[in-house]
C-alpha cells in the first residue's frame, strides 16, 4: 500500500495515540503516513520516536482556514514547525478553540445536559475540537452517536450550541506554509455534507498563493466530485492525493481508506524545505 496523507491523532480529535498511529500504519501496510492533527505539530515528536523499520512520516498539519466567511482546511507537510508566523498563527488557532469549546461545553452545562467543561477538559489531550464536546453529549445519553452532535440542536455548523472559532485567510494560509519551506494540498474541497464548501476561484487564487495539491480522494467526495476536481487540478497543475482522514474511533473510517501514489510523494517532498521525510 502506498501513503495515507491525512490521519489525525489524540494530539487532536483522533483516539489513537500519535506512536500508535505509526504503528498501525506499518501494520495496515502502509509505505508512508502523514501526521496532520488540528492547528498543532505536537504529535510529531511521538510518532517519530515510536516510527516502525521501513515507515516513512510525513509531518504535517490540518490548518483551520476560511474564503469569504467559507471554512475549509488546508494541509501543510513538511514545514519547519519553528518558523516564527506560522507557529504563531497556529497557536492563535489553538487559543480560539480552547475559548470556543469551553463556550459551548458552558452553555451545554447551564442548561442541565450534565456535558462539563471539565469533562470536555478531559477528554481532549490536545487541540481541542467538536468530536470532543460530542463524545461527552454521546457520554450523557443526549445523542445516540457522535454523528447525531453535529445537527442543529446541538454543536452543527451553526446549530444551537455552536460556536465560531478564528480561521486563517485561506490564501494567507498557503502563503505561511510555503514560506515556512512547506507544501500545501487543499483538505476535502468538495466535502460539502459539513457545510458550504468554495467556488472554483478561490481553488485558483490558492493555486496563485503557491498550493501544490487538491485532496480528491476522500470518504467525503462523491465519484462526480472526484472526478470534478480532477479535472481541476489537472486545469491548474496541482498534485491530486488521497488519504482516510483517519480519526480512530471518532469516524468510521480505517486507516488506508484512501491513498496517495508515491511518485505524488515524492513530488511533495521534493518541493518542501522545511522538513524532511523521516523513514523508520
Ligand atoms: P472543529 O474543528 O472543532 O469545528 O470540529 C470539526 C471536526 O469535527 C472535523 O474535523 C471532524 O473530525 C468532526 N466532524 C465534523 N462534522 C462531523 C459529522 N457530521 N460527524 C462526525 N464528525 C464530524
Ligand atoms: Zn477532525
Ligand atoms: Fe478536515
Ligand atoms: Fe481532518
Redesign the pocket.
Known amino acids: 500500500m502506498p501513503a495515507d496523507l491525512h490521519v489525525?491523532s489524540t494530539a487532536s480529535?483522533g483516539t489513537t495515540r500519535p506512536a500508535d498511529v505509526v504503528r498501525e500504519a506499518a501494520a495496515v501496510g502502509l509505505d508512508v503516513v502523514a501526521l496532520t492533527d488540528?492547528d498543532t505539530t505536537a504529535g510529531h515528536d511521538e510518532a517519530l520516536r515510536a516510527l516502525p523499520p521501513g515507515l516513512g512520516l510525513l509531518r504535517g498539519a490540518?490548518i483551520?482556514c476560511a474564503a469569504g466567511g467559507v471554512?475549509l482546511?488546508l494541509l501543510g507537510y513538511l514545514f519547519d514547525p519553528t518558523e516564527s508566523e506560522l507557529a504563531a498563527a497556529l497557536e492563535t488557532l489553538r487559543t480560539s478553540?480552547t475559548g470556543?469549546?469551553e463556550r459551548m461545553a458552558r452553555r451545554l452545562e447551564a442548561d442541565g445536559t450534565g456535558v462539563t467543561w471539565e469533562r470536555v477538559r478531559q477528554l481532549a489531550c490536545g487541540t481541542?475540537?467538536?468530536?470532543h464536546l460530542?463524545r461527552a453529549l454521546v457520554e450523557q445519553g443526549l445523542v445516540g452517536a457522535?454523528?447525531e452532535?453535529?445537527t442543529p440542536a446541538w454543536i452543527?455548523?451553526g446549530g444551537r450550541y455552536w460556536e465560531p472559532?478564528a480561521e486563517l485567510d485561506v490564501v494567507r494560509g498557503v502563503e505561511l506554509v510555503v514560506r515556512a519551506g512547506g507544501v500545501a494540498v487543499f483538505a476535502h474541497p468538495a466535502a460539502d455534507?459539513?457545510g458550504e464548501v468554495v467556488a472554483d476561484d478561490v481553488v485558483v487564487a490558492m493555486a496563485e498563493a503557491g498550493l501544490a495539491g487538491l485532496e480528491v480522494d476522500h470518504v467525503d467526495h462523491d465519484e462526480p466530485a472526484r472526478r470534478r476536481l480532477r479535472g481541476l487540478a489537472a486545469e491548474l497543475g496541482l498534485l491530486v492525493t488521497g488519504s482516510s482522514?483517519y480519526?480512530g474511533g471518532?469516524?468510521d473510517v480505517p486507516l488506508g481508506a484512501h491513498t496517495t501514489p508515491l511518485d505524488v510523494v515524492e513530488a511533495l517532498v521534493d518541493r518542501a524545505t522545511g522538513a524532511e521525510l523521516v523513514r523508520g
Open positions: 489525525h480529535d488540528h490540518e483551520s471554512s482546511h478553540r470556543r469549546a481541542v475540537g467538536r468530536p460530542a457522535m454523528d452532535a453535529f452543527g455548523t472559532k455534507a459539513r482522514d480519526h471518532n469516524k
